[in-house]
C-alpha cells in the first residue's frame, strides 16, 4: 500500500541524526522516600518501591490516592518534594522527561487531531530527529503488529476508540524506549473493548520486554495484567505483592476490601462472641467464595439474594438483630435458601485475621 498522506511526515527538512537511537538501558526503577505534598496537603508519603525490569507493574488504587501523581514523578512531568527516583540506578530524580528513556500513554491518547495516524506515531520520532530510512522501517513494523498498516491514512476523527488506542501505543512502541507509563489508558473505552486490549497489551509488553508501569482504578485491570501489583492509599504503599498473593494474603484490611468483588467479609471478633475466641478488637475475613451452608457454623439469617446465572450472591446477617453484622456469601445458583435454621461455615485454612490495627496477623494461639 502507499501512504501518500503521510508523505510530509518523511519529507520534513531536519537533519538526520549522526548516532542513531542509542541501544536500551535496563530498565528497573526504583523509588527511595519519595514524597509530593502540596502546600498542607499530602499527595504521597514515603513512598519506597522497586519496579523490576521487564515486568508489568500495575499502581492500583482508589481516586485520590496518589498513584498518578507517583506516574508523573516517574515520567518527570512533576517533581518530588524529597526523596529519589532512579532508573536502572541512574539518578532521574531531577532530569527533564525527554532524557529519561521513557514512553507515556496518557488516559485521553493524546493524538494531533490534524495529523494522520502516520504523523501521529512518527511524531516523537521526527522530533528527535532519527533518520527518514529508520522511521519508515520501525513505522511499517509497528503499525503491522499494532494493526493499523491500513489505517495510517487516516485522521484521529475517522479512528474508533480501539483503534485510537492503537495508535497512542504505537507512537510509545515506536520509541524503543525500555520503559512505557500508562496513566489508565482503557478507561475511555466501552466494557468489551476494554477486555480485549487487555489481553492486547499485556501480549505487547511480554513480546517486547518492556518494563511497564500502569495505572489503575479497575481492580480487574490490575489482577488479569499485572506481574505484581502496588496497592495504594492515601499516598502511602498498602502492600506489594503478586495478583495471587494478594488476594490470598492481604497485608491489612485495606487490601481485603479493595481487592475481590464481591469484597472480603470483615467480622468483628464481638460478632463471633459464643462461636470462636479472638483477640479483642481484631477482625476475621473470610472471602465470599469460602462460605458454604451447613446444619452447623454461625447461625445466620437471610437478608437478599441476588441471582448471577451461575451462582448467587446472598447477604446473611449474624450477631444480635439489633446490631447485626452482614456477610457475603457465594453460592450456587441450584443451592435453596431457607428463611430460619440457616448456618455459615467455612475452613479454618480461609480464615484471614487482622488485628485492632487492620494490620494481618500472621500467628494467633487460641
Known sequence: MTYAASASTFDQTRPPSDAGEASPLPAGLSLHQVS???DSAVALDDVAVSLPEGRFSVLLGPSGCGKSTLLRLIAGLDTPTSGVIRLAGRDITRLPPAERDLSMVFQSYALFPHLNV???ILFGLSVRRVRKAEQRQRLERVARMMGLWELLDRRPSQLSGGQQQRVALARAVISERPVCLMDEPLSNLDAKLRAEMRVEIRA?????????????????????MADHIVV???????????????????????????????????????ALAGQRALPEGSMLGIRPEDIAIGANGVPARLADIEYLGADQLATFEIGPETAPTRLHARLPAREALGDTGLHLRWHTEAEHLFGADGQRITSFTQ
Open 204 to 224: 505487547l509488553q511480554k513480546r517486547l520486554g518492556l518494563t511497564m508501569v500502569y495505572v489503575t482504578h479497575d481492580q480487574v485491570e490490575a489482577m488479569t
Open 232 to 270: 495504594l492509599d492515601k499516598g502511602r504503599v498498602q502492600q506489594v505483592a503478586t495478583p495471587r498473593e494478594l488476594y490470598a494474603a492481604p497485608a491489612n484490611t485495606f487490601c481485603a476490601r479493595f481487592i475481590g468483588t464481591p469484597p472480603m467479609n470483615l467480622i468483628p471478633a464481638h
Open 36 to 38: 509530593r505534598r502540596f
Open 118 to 120: 502516520a504523523e501521529n
